[in-house]
């Protein structure tokens, strides 16, 4: 009687058998043996679920071919598992996982390991014909390859853990960690400067693609190279100032509210003062009568203070000699701000009244 126990399920004649028709069965073995070397295609999965595919014996078969390319006429929603039987076959096979769905296939032979193929690759397994709980393993897991060529002229001929590159080769594939562990290095603690190959040709950044922060212990040129053009010192932020002393209607009450801001490049300092008198009325009864409020931030080299102010008042008439002084401290002497005079009221003896005041203002430090 015939069986059919090899890798290939080809059929083996018994003694005395197939008399008259054993030419025959040896063609269609040959055949048969030409298959497994060769190409095969199958719809193994004609519903989405997981399949099974048995090797014919002794009759022309797509799973018995050397590279198995497996398509589903079902469009595949999970991984499924496609068994190859029987369970002991031993071979070597590739697989391909053509299947519509765009998902993975889990190759089986008995309850032993499996081999899953994404969606549309190729892996080389092996079916060990363990029976029920036969193994399918990968061919090239741990496989040792003096030399792979990609394309047509790139030949890699190791892949190196390598942290500083130092072999600098031309055919060696360097680790994920030690890619990392370089360019950390490299980043993280540039040894030589950032400098492009021509002048004025790159741009840090786009209109689109912008770096957030930028952090420096030195300064920036801009627009040119001289010392013009070196910015090294910014600052911004807000002040509140107090009253130190000024007309009646304000001497005794001081201010219900003031804020100040400021912007201080390089040496240059801008900022604006508003403040509201509490009574409501300031009086100024001479044209020498000022106002002294503390706590700017900074204080000018020289007297050149600039500004222009605005009083809050009901009654403005033409304009005095009286004005506002600014100063860091109440033990430091102030600075008049010109072109910040109070006003006649009407043509009286006195100035005012007036409920408030705001002034822009800069000056220059030393640095």
Partial sequence: ???????????????????????????????????????????????????????????????????????????????RTLTIAPNTINRVMWVENA?????????????????????????????????TGANVAEVLDGAQLPNLQLGTDATVSAILDEDDMSSDSDTALATQQSIKAYVDSAVGSPTTD?????????????ASKRWQDLYLSGGIYIGGTSSANFIDDYEEGTFTLSFVSGPSGVSSGGFSSSVGTYVKNGNMVMGTVRCTFVN?????????????????PFWPTTQQMTSVCTFTSSNIGLV??????????????????????????????NFGPYSGFATNFYFYINQ
């Fill in 280 to 296: 409501g009325n300031a009086e100024f009864n001479s044209d020498t009568d000022f106002m002294i409020i503390q706590g700017t």
């Fill in 99 to 131: 299947t519509t769905g765009s998902q993975s296939i889990t190759i089986s032979q008995g309850s032993g390991t499996t081999v899953t193929v994404g969606a549309g690759k190729v892996k080389a397994i092996y079916l060990d014909g363990g029976g």
């Fill in 194 to 206: 950032l400098t492009p190959a021509v002048d004025d040709s790159l741009d840090l950044g786009s």
């Fill in 320 to 349: 005095g000699l009286g004005g506002l002084e600014l100063r860091p401290d109440v033990n430091l002497p102030g600075y008049l701000l010109p072109k910040c005079p109070f006003a006649y009221g009407n043509g009286a003896s």
């Fill in 1 to 79: 009687m015939a069986t059919f126990v090899n890798p290939l399920r080809l059929t083996e004649l018994a003694t005395g058998e197939g008399s008259g028709t054993w030419g025959t069965t040896t063609n269609t073995n040959l055949e048969l043996i030409g298959e497994a070397l060769g190409y095969g295609t199958q719809d193994c999965f004609a519903s989405d679920a997981d399949a099974t595919t048995t090797i014919a014996d002794g009759a022309v078969d797509p799973a018995r071919a050397l590279y198995f390319k497996v398509t589903s006429s079902a469009t595949l929603t999970a991984t």
